[in-house]
């Protein structure tokens, strides 16, 4: 894009924000990188999109500024037996159209979340039955002892059975098979906030729920919420008072915009490890110039790629300090974690091409590298610093970066040899990374429930991490639960599942007369948000 056609962009975006609302103290105008790709809160399995709607709907459990568990939907729970988790649902609840929540509408949810196309599964992947045994109380019956379940369905949003049926959005849209129905782009929860208007890549706008069962602790009257992905633009957006809140802060603009005083930056540690996925399924990769064979099922092969990569320049020159380099799938402040276990191989590229020779590629090879460039902190640059890398060994990297909602369509679709992914756990517990990027795709598996390997977008598959996966989510007792955590981790490296990367740092832009709560799953709950 020329100089004039970039200021010609940013001037256009500026006057868009102007021509809006006023800026009145109530109206808070929040700026993303990216938009949030469906209103359909089972159409993509998303920290952004699981974030962004659970300000229109709502959880059965629900979590406080400190991430502890809260009642949400449920007043209570209790794991009455071995294999049944009994809810007492909230009284006096009304969907943002009048009707009332009840246990009929928990049932729906579990049903339309298990059903094909949504990608959600997961977050209920160990429940085989929702029971109803009165208007307020449920019970989840699930396959195995389940000592996490609260944990796990804090992302899981319950929906409206009248609603959805009279508006024949029975079956969840698909953000991976393009499927769309009204729930796409029209919401009716319990939460907070409704939906005013939503014009998909422009802006959407929320209004404060005047019926909403909770205390109400912000000061909201409306949300306007933009998406920009031009970093840039982004930044002048907040600098100018055209937008109160931004995320993310550009890593290279960090130091400029903490010190500038009139905004605050708001900086810590994220959940979320990323890494790169590698095709060691197919017999042939796609996108690649090798012909009748799959380079990528090769351990040497895996390695050598890991050890080409200069992690240390990526969180340097790349990330600008911004990153924990990581040897684990997960970080710290997920549960599972262990720092005993955390450790790279070694950055040694001579060693990646007697490995590359070794394996029977001399000169290298070719494939293609997918990536988002709008949905990770400088994700697209990553991308090139490791295609730079592999270049160095002989790997020539055909980068194909594009905006999230066109990613997440062609890798969810496995329609990929080589990407790169990100994956915070819902449930901020270790089994939620190796059931949901781990274990072998459920469609591989006879019997395994639906979710499973889900995010396994290069087919890695290990019988004994499967086993430990499952053995985990029942184990009650903490130390043995440890134990068969780091047992599948070690065998995860081992073989090099994937190639972890680092954990990303947040970066949040926010004016001074606003005040946000940094949480390090990156949600921002409008619940807590005061506009002064």
């Given at each position: 894009?020329?100089?004039?056609?970039?200021?010609?962009?940013?001037?256009?975006?500026?006057?868009?924000?102007?021509?809006?609302?006023?800026?009145?103290?109530?109206?808070?105008?929040?700026?993303?990188?990216?938009?949030?790709?469906?209103?359909?809160?089972?159409?993509?399995?998303?920290?952004?999109?699981?974030?962004?709607?659970?300000?229109?709907?709502?959880?059965?459990?629900?979590?406080?500024?400190?991430?502890?568990l809260i009642p949400g939907l449920?007043?209570?729970?209790?794991?009455?037996?071995?294999?049944?988790?009994?809810?007492?649902?909230?009284?006096?609840?009304?969907?943002?159209?009048?009707?009332?929540?009840?246990?009929?509408?928990?049932?729906?949810?579990?049903?339309?979340?298990?059903?094909?196309?949504?990608?959600?599964?997961?977050?209920?992947?160990?429940?085989?039955?929702?029971?109803?045994?009165?208007?307020?109380?449920?019970?989840?019956?699930?396959?195995?002892?389940?000592?996490?379940?609260?944990?796990?369905?804090?992302?899981?949003?319950?929906?409206?059975?009248?609603?959805?049926?009279?508006?024949?959005?029975?079956?969840?849209?698909?953000?991976?098979?393009?499927?769309?129905?009204?729930?796409?782009?029209?919401?009716?929860?319990?939460?907070?906030?409704?939906?005013?208007?939503?014009?998909?890549?422009?802006?959407?706008?929320?209004?404060?729920?005047?019926?909403?069962?909770?205390?109400?602790?912000?000061?909201?009257?409306?949300?306007?919420?933009?998406?920009?992905?031009?970093?840039?633009?982004?930044?002048?957006?907040?600098?100018?008072?055209?937008?109160?809140?931004?995320?993310?802060?550009?890593?290279q603009d960090l130091d400029r915009?903490?010190?500038?005083?009139?905004?605050?930056?708001?900086?810590?540690?994220?959940?979320?490890?990323?890494?790169?996925?590698?095709?060691?399924?197919?017999?042939?990769?796609?996108?690649?110039?090798?012909?009748?064979?799959?380079?990528?099922?090769?351990?040497?092969?895996?390695?050598?790629?890991?050890?080409?990569?200069?992690?240390?320049?990526?969180?340097?020159?790349?990330?600008?300090?911004?990153?924990?380099?990581?040897?684990?799938?997960?970080?710290?402040?997920?549960?599972?974690?262990?720092?005993?276990?955390?450790?790279?191989?070694?950055?040694?590229?001579?060693?990646?091409?007697?490995?590359?020779?070794?394996?029977?590629?001399?000169?290298?090879?070719?494939?293609?590298?997918?990536?988002?460039?709008?949905?990770?902190?400088?994700?697209?640059?990553?991308?090139?610093?490791?295609?730079?890398?592999?270049?160095?060994?002989?790997?020539?990297?055909?980068?194909?970066?594009?905006?999230?909602?066109?990613?997440?369509?062609?890798?969810?679709?496995?329609?990929?040899?080589?990407?790169?992914?990100?994956?915070?756990?819902?449930?901020?517990?270790?089994?939620?990374?190796?059931?949901?990027?781990?274990?072998?795709?459920?469609?591989?598996?006879?019997?395994?429930?639906?979710?499973?390997?889900?995010?396994?977008?290069?087919?890695?598959?290990?019988?004994?991490?499967?086993?430990?996966?499952?053995?985990?989510?029942?184990?009650?007792?903490?130390?043995?639960?440890?134990?068969?955590?780091?047992?599948?981790?070690?065998?995860?490296?081992?073989?090099?599942?994937?190639?972890?990367?680092?954990?990303?740092?947040?970066a949040w832009g926010v004016r001074?007369?606003?005040?946000?709560?940094?949480?390090?799953?990156?949600?921002?709950?409008?619940?807590?948000?005061?506009?002064?």
């Amino acid at each position: 894009m020329t100089r004039s056609r970039s200021s010609l962009a940013l001037l256009f975006i500026l006057l868009a924000f102007a021509g809006t609302l006023p800026a009145a103290a109530k109206t808070f105008r929040w700026a993303y990188q990216g938009d949030v790709n469906s209103l359909d809160p089972y159409a993509l399995n998303e920290t952004f999109t699981h974030s962004f709607l659970s300000n229109v709907y709502e959880a059965l459990v629900m979590r406080d500024r400190a991430l502890n568990l809260i009642p949400g939907l449920a007043l209570e729970w209790a794991n009455v037996e071995p294999t049944v988790w009994r809810f007492k649902l909230r009284p006096g609840v009304k969907f943002q159209d009048g009707s009332p929540f009840s246990a009929d509408d928990v049932i729906f949810s579990y049903q339309r979340v298990t059903k094909e196309g949504s990608d959600d599964a997961s977050l209920v992947a160990s429940v085989k039955e929702v029971r109803k045994l009165d208007e307020l109380t449920v019970d989840f019956i699930t396959r195995a002892p389940n000592p996490i379940l609260p944990q796990e369905i804090t992302s899981w949003l319950i929906m409206s059975k009248n609603w959805a049926e009279a508006n024949g959005a029975t079956e969840p849209s698909s953000t991976a098979k393009k499927i769309e129905n009204f729930a796409t782009r029209n919401a009716d929860g319990t939460g907070p906030f409704t939906v005013k208007s939503r014009d998909p890549g422009v802006r959407t706008v929320l209004v404060a729920n005047p019926n909403w069962w909770g205390k109400v602790e912000h000061n909201i009257t409306e949300v306007v919420f933009t998406p920009i992905g031009s970093d840039q633009t982004r930044v002048a957006a907040l600098l100018s008072g055209d937008v109160e809140f931004m995320d993310p802060v550009p890593l290279q603009d960090l130091d400029r915009l903490a010190a500038d005083k009139s905004i605050r930056v708001l900086k810590g540690p994220e959940l979320r490890t990323i890494f790169l996925g590698l095709d060691q399924y197919r017999d042939e990769l796609l996108y690649s110039n090798v012909k009748g064979k799959n380079p990528f099922k090769d351990r040497r092969v895996r390695l050598a790629i890991y050890q080409a990569i200069d992690i240390e320049a990526i969180k340097t020159q790349v990330m600008h300090g911004a990153s924990r380099p990581s040897g684990l799938m997960v970080g710290p402040g997920v549960n599972g974690y262990d720092a005993s276990i955390d450790h790279r191989y070694k950055f040694d590229p001579a060693a990646a091409k007697a490995l590359l020779a070794e394996a029977g590629y001399p000169d290298g090879f070719q494939v293609q590298l997918d990536c988002p460039n709008d949905r990770y902190n400088n994700d697209e640059r990553i991308c090139q610093a490791v295609a730079a890398m592999l270049a160095r060994v002989g790997i020539k990297i055909d980068l194909l970066a594009q905006t999230k909602a066109r990613y997440f369509q062609k890798v969810l679709s496995r329609d990929t040899s080589f990407h790169l992914l990100g994956w915070q756990p819902p449930s901020y517990d270790a089994h939620s990374t190796l059931f949901n990027v781990m274990d072998t795709p459920a469609d591989r598996v006879a019997g395994a429930p639906k979710g499973q390997g889900g995010y396994n977008l290069g087919g890695y598959s290990n019988p004994k991490v499967d086993a430990l996966t499952a053995q985990i989510q029942q184990e009650i007792d903490p130390k043995m639960r440890q134990a068969l955590i780091t047992e599948a981790f070690k065998l995860h490296m081992q073989d090099i599942g994937e190639i972890p990367l680092h954990q990303q740092a947040i970066a949040w832009g926010v004016r001074p007369n606003v005040h946000v709560e940094l949480r390090s799953d990156d949600y921002l709950d409008l619940r807590h948000v005061v506009v002064e």
